[in-house]
C-alpha cells in the first residue's frame, strides 16, 4: 500500500480560530492587546506600570504567556486584576486556542481590556494573529538599533512600539535617528513611546493611547 499523506494548513486554521476569538471580542466590546517582545525587554514591567493607571478607569484582565513557571502572573497578579498563566514549555509563542481558553477564566462581560503578554521573543509571536485588536512591541535600548531590519515581521505588525529603557541610552550605542528612519521604512503608521520604568517616564502618555483605544471601541458597542 502505498504512503497516504495528509497535510492541514496550519496558518488557515490560526485565521479562523484568530477570526473566533475576535468576534468574541468583538460581540463583549472588549479591546485586546498583544504585547511583543523579546525576554528583558522589561514587558512585565510596562504592565506593572500601565495597570494602576488604566484600572481607574477600566476593567482589566490580563493573560500571561511564559515557556515555564508563574513568576510574572505573580508580579501581575499583585497589581490587583484577573491574570491567567499560558505555559507553553516548548512553544515560543501563545496559540490562539490557548488564549480562547484561557479568557473564558474571566467574566467577559464585566472587561473592558485584556491585555495579552505574549511569549519573549522577536520573531515567532508576530508571525500569529490570536484575536487582538492591535499589537505593541517592547523593544529595549539594550537590544540595539540594527534590530528592526534584522526582525522585521515584529516591526511591520506592531501598531504601536515602545521604546523602553531610555535611561540607559548612554550606556549604549543605540543611535535614536537612525532606529527612528528604519521604522519608518517598515511601518510609517505605528506610533512610538518612549518609556522609563525607573523614571517612569512616557507610562502616562501610553496609557492615555490604550484608554483612548479602548474607550473607542466600547463606543462602538453601545452604538
Not at 142 to 170: Q, W
Request: glycine residues 4%; negative net charge.
Amino acid at each position: 500500500m502505498s504512503e497516504i499523506k495528509i497535510s492541514v494548513n496550519m496558518l488557515n486554521t490560526n485565521e479562523e480560530i484568530h477570526e473566533e476569538n475576535k468576534n468574541l471580542f468583538d460581540e463583549e466590546g472588549i479591546f485586546v492587546i498583544n504585547m511583543m517582545g523579546s525576554p528583558g525587554s522589561g514587558k512585565t514591567t510596562i504592565l506593572e506600570k500601565l495597570i494602576p493607571k488604566l484600572k481607574q478607569n477600566l476593567n482589566i484582565a490580563v493573560i500571561e504567556g511564559d515557556l515555564y513557571t508563574t513568576k510574572d502572573a505573580q508580579r501581575i497578579e499583585a497589581t490587583g486584576v484577573p491574570v491567567v498563566q499560558i505555559n507553553t514549555a516548548r512553544t515560543s509563542y501563545l496559540e490562539g486556542s490557548k488564549v480562547r481558553e484561557a479568557s473564558l477564566n474571566f467574566d467577559l462581560r464585566e472587561i473592558d481590556l485584556i491585555i495579552i503578554e505574549n511569549i519573549g521573543s522577536l520573531v515567532s509571536p508576530a508571525e500569529f494573529d490570536i484575536g487582538e485588536d492591535v499589537k505593541i512591541c517592547i523593544f529595549s535600548v539594550a537590544e540595539g538599533n540594527d534590530k528592526p531590519l534584522k526582525y522585521p515581521m515584529m516591526f511591520e505588525k506592531s501598531t504601536a512600539i515602545i521604546l523602553n529603557k531610555i535611561d540607559l541610552i548612554t550606556f549604549t550605542n543605540f543611535k535614536v535617528e537612525e532606529f527612528y528612519e528604519d521604522i519608518k521604512l517598515l511601518n510609517n503608521k505605528t506610533k512610538v513611546f518612549q518609556t522609563s520604568c525607573t523614571r517612569n517616564e512616557g507610562i502616562d502618555e501610553l496609557s492615555e493611547w490604550i484608554l483612548k483605544q479602548t474607550k473607542e471601541k466600547s463606543n462602538l458597542k453601545e452604538n
